[in-house]
């Protein structure tokens, strides 16, 4: 069964009296173990679907399934829980928090949940991603690459199904961009989680499973 | 860290406050401004008070009685002032008769206020020679007016004919006694064409309750059936007491008044750079929330930032203010350690707890709007 599910997702955003459908009807799977990547064009809706996968969005039409169960009509605060305890976050721009060290900012999700102590997991994943020497540095004194290593072991802190990356290799350069891929691809396998990317790379492509192709809001396979 | 771990708010909000320090400190120079300034004028107003209050202790045990308007005699009679007499068991009762004339000496004339009474020593206080506890015979004169006319003890004074020895010499007035000219003070017998008394000073112990005495005698003299008749008029000086705490009250408010404005400049300010820096962190508060972050654990935080600048700010303000109160109770009440008293350093703690109360109410919308916002805006930045 595949962990996350579109079912004919349709978004419209209301921009004053023009509507803007950013998704027409799109369906869309992902398996654990699998590293799906989605490509189109500026414009095509990538961020939108991102955003309907990443449950930081609901959409207007469609159905939206986390792990078999129907998740589009949550609340924002139901799907925070969601995004907490079943999803992981990189971005393009890493935004690591620039006042903590790598290690409080791998810890930063579950910082709140005085429940369980994620400290031993931060530094286990901080060593995973070949950081295990720069645990007390702060963001600014890490070069981009070690960045979005931080952020990738910030995303899979709460052990998350599926990881969801927008443009992870944007800000860097093709070879620091090739070594982040491969890791994700090494901790996809190692944690069995889903590994869904948006981006332009192309270099993206070879190292995923499965390429989704997103024009003018729909799939195009 | 691990303690800090305990308290993820505190710890975040502490980090972010340190990340712009100048920033920080302007917001809490506002908050040490404010809190100095209602702290300092409440002090103020509590030195004040507390300086009048010692100034009025030296009458605050009187009651003066005098005739009232309902009087038939215009005078207090024999016969009242027995009345009073068994009323009044635990003070002492002074009655005097009064007049005025001219005393001269040297071929100068002085007009004085002249006052019969028997018991000088309950009334008065000397400068040279004695108070009697029995003027039988006698005189005593202010000591204006007897350097006026070159007089000294023992040189005689001349009233209605008969000449008294002057037996002591009186310190000036305090600014709350019969003002103007001087005084003379002779033995009741002096007055004895006068029939009635015309007031009856009643004195008690230090402390003593005048009110209840003037009371007493209120509700024996003036209530024969009609509510208004007023055969004798009683006045205390917790009248003028309560006169003036009412008014130094109001002054304590007015200062305390003008004090806060400035504790509300400082909270604007403080709402200004939360809402800043809030705005600025939007994308950071996207993330936090994209990657779980609950609504109420942001709002936390950012209060906690607000609470952290109202706190560091008000202690500050406290501080300062201790000093500027030390200061000013050295210099009004010659008594620095009496700005430790509750009447005053309750203001250090008022200041500081509204200090901490306005921020965080000043952090209440910044939090509220930067916790609200959808992950999805708040993320495009």
Redesign the interface.
Known sequence: MSIIELEDVVKRYESGAETVEALKGVDFQANRGEMVTIVGPSGSGKSTML?MI?L??SPTEGIVSLDGRNVTDLT??ER??E???K???V?QSF?L????TAV?NVE??S??D?TV?R?NRAIDLLERVGLGDRLQHTPKQLSGGQQQRVAIA??LI?EPDILLADEPTGNLDQETGGTILEEMQRLKDEENIAVVSITHDEQLEQFSDRVVRLVDGVVRS | MSVLARFPSVLMAWRNLGRNRVRTALAALGIVIGVMSIASLGMAGAAINQQATAQLGTIANEVTITPGEDNPDDGVTEEQLAEIEALVTDAAVVEQKTNDTEVSSRGQDVHVSVTGVTEANELYTVSAGEAPPRLQSGALLSNTTAQELGLELGDPVEYDGQLYRLRGLLESENSFGPSGGGELVLPLSALSEQDHYDSVTIITADGGDTAAIADRIDAEFNSYGRNDDVQLSIFTSADIQSGISGFMNTLELALLGIGSISLVVASVAILNVMLMSTVERRGEIGVLRAVGIRRGEVLRMILTEAAFLGTLGGLIGALASLAIGFLMFGTLTGDPMGVLAWPSARYLVYGFAFAVGASVLSGLYPAWKAANESPVEALRG
């Open positions: 955003n990443g930081l969005d924002e605060d925070t829980e995004r907490r305890s999803l992981g976050f971005f935004h928090l620039p006042m903590l409080e930063l999700p910082m709140w005085t102590d400290h910030r995303a709460n």
